[in-house]
C-alpha cells in the first residue's frame, strides 16, 4: 500500500508541475497566435478552469497520499505533535515542504478564484486597459511563484527521500 501511494504521489506532482510548465511553455507563447487574438480572455478562462479543477484534486490527492506516505514510513502522526521530531533533519525538511504547499494552496486559491478570472474577464473586455494590464501582470507573477513554490516542494521531497 506504501508504495502504490508514493507512486499516486508523485504522478501527482509530476502532473501538476508538468501542467505549469506546459502553460509556460505552449499555452502562453499558443494565446499570442492572430488567431486568438480576439479571444485571449476567453482561451484563458476555458484553460484555466478546467487546469484550476485538476489542480485542486490534486492538491487533496497529494495531501492524502503526503500523510499515507508518512504513517507507511513509520512515522506516527502523533509526532508531529513533538517538538523534537521538527528538530530533526526529516522533520525540518517536512516542515518547509508543508508551509511551500500552504504557500501554493493560498496563492492558487488567489489565483484560480479571483485574479486568474478577473484577468480573462477583463481581457475580453478591453485588453489594452490598465487595469487589464495589472490584472493580467498579477496573475502571472503568482503562477510564476507558484512554479516555483512548486520546484522547491520537488527538492524538499527528494531531501526527504535522500537525506
Request: hydrophobic letters at 50%; aromatic letters at 14%; glycine letters at 10%.
Amino acid at each position: 500500500m506504501y508504495y502504490i501511494s508514493v507512486y499516486i504521489h508523485i504522478l501527482s506532482a509530476i502532473f501538476w508541475i508538468g501542467g505549469m510548465m506546459f502553460t509556460v511553455a505552449v499555452l502562453v507563447p499558443a494565446s499570442r497566435n492572430k488567431l486568438l487574438v480576439q479571444n485571449r480572455g476567453t482561451f484563458f478562462k476555458i484553460i484555466g478552469e478546467k487546469f484550476s479543477k485538476i489542480s485542486w484534486f490534486l492538491f487533496l490527492i497529494l495531501l492524502v497520499t503526503g500523510v499515507t506516505n508518512l504513517v507507511g514510513r513509520g512515522i506516527p502522526l502523533g509526532s508531529l505533535l513533538n517538538a523534537s521530531f521538527w528538530d530533526s533533519g526529516f522533520g525540518s525538511h517536512l516542515f518547509i515542504k508543508l508551509h511551500l504547499f500552504a504557500g501554493v494552496l493560498i496563492l492558487s486559491g488567489i489565483h484560480d478564484f479571483y485574479a486568474g478570472p478577473k484577468a480573462a474577464r477583463l481581457m475580453n473586455e478591453d485588453e489594452e486597459a490598465i487595469q487589464t494590464q495589472r490584472f493580467r501582470k498579477i496573475s502571472s507573477w503568482i503562477g510564476r511563484i507558484n512554479f516555483l513554490l512548486g520546484l522547491a516542494i520537488l527538492y524538499y521531497a527528494i531531501r526527504l527521500t535522500r537525506g
